[in-house]
């Protein structure tokens, strides 16, 4: 299939049964697969050889994982899904802080992993080297802005909105973070100052949880602030 075409992904683990067992069934989906049982391995191979993907555990002699990904991330762009025995938030935001893409807990389903090494690979692709993309997109997590196409990429790929929905993204993008009031929104967005505007702002708002949203019952990026007004999470 050609979303595998010729790529390439390294599975890092110091458990040579878990690196077979995924190492089969990534070839078994059309992907070249690199192995390392530990992160001074790991780190040698995603240095010398063409990589698009690393799968890496998190516990490791020699170099943890997390410093892996750390060294890696100096030299290397490309998507890192962090595979752990550690469920706990604290473990999760440590290993997406480092620099990691996705994180996996085992025991974890194969299919549900394969699925989450195409999404991250079609982000990457789509996307191209993020360094490289200079002041023309906004990356924010699995969101990017294009600011020539006025065009928002959910995983690398485009989100259906209105013209009114983009402003509306294209201002929380450039101000992540920042909370904007409703009342705000609307006189930028709309040009007019109005009363009553919380209404027609929160059903827009609505609309473009649901469009980029993986849960949008529970947000990671388009949040409310209850009482103050909206923002787009830092990721």
Not at 65 to 76: C, D, F, H, N, Y
Request: hydrophobic share 40%; net charge negative; aromatic share 6%.
């Amino acid at each position: 299939m050609d979303t595998t075409d010729k790529k390439t992904i390294l599975v890092v683990d110091d458990d040579r049964e878990i690196v077979r067992a995924i190492a089969l069934n990534l070839e078994s989906e059309g992907y070249n697969v690199f192995k390392a049982y530990d992160g001074m391995e790991a780190l040698d191979i995603a240095m010398t050889k063409e990589i698009h993907l690393i799968i890496i555990d998190v516990m490791m002699p020699k170099l943890d994982g997390l410093s892996a990904i750390m060294k890696i991330r100096e030299k290397k762009n490309l998507p890192i899904i962090v595979l752990s025995a550690k469920s706990e938030n604290s473990d999760k935001v440590i290993g997406l802080s480092m620099g990691a893409d996705d994180y996996v807990t085992k025991p974890f389903n194969p299919m549900e992993l394969t699925a989450r090494v195409k999404s991250q690979l079609r982000r990457y692709t789509s996307l191209g080297d993020i360094n490289s993309n200079g002041e023309n997109t906004i990356v924010n997590g699995r969101l990017c802005f294009n600011l020539d196409e006025h065009v928002l990429y959910a995983d690398g790929e485009p989100v259906k909105l209105t013209a009114t929905e983009t402003k509306i993204v294209e201002l929380l993008m450039r101000n992540p973070g920042r909370i904007f009031p409703a009342e705000e929104i609307y006189s930028k967005i709309w040009n007019e100052s109005a009363y009553s505007t919380e209404n027609t702002v929160m059903v827009h708002i609505r609309r473009i949880r649901e469009k980029i949203e993986i849960n949008p019952g529970e947000p990671e990026y388009l949040k409310v602030v209850w009482g103050i007004g909206y923002k787009i999470e830092k990721h």
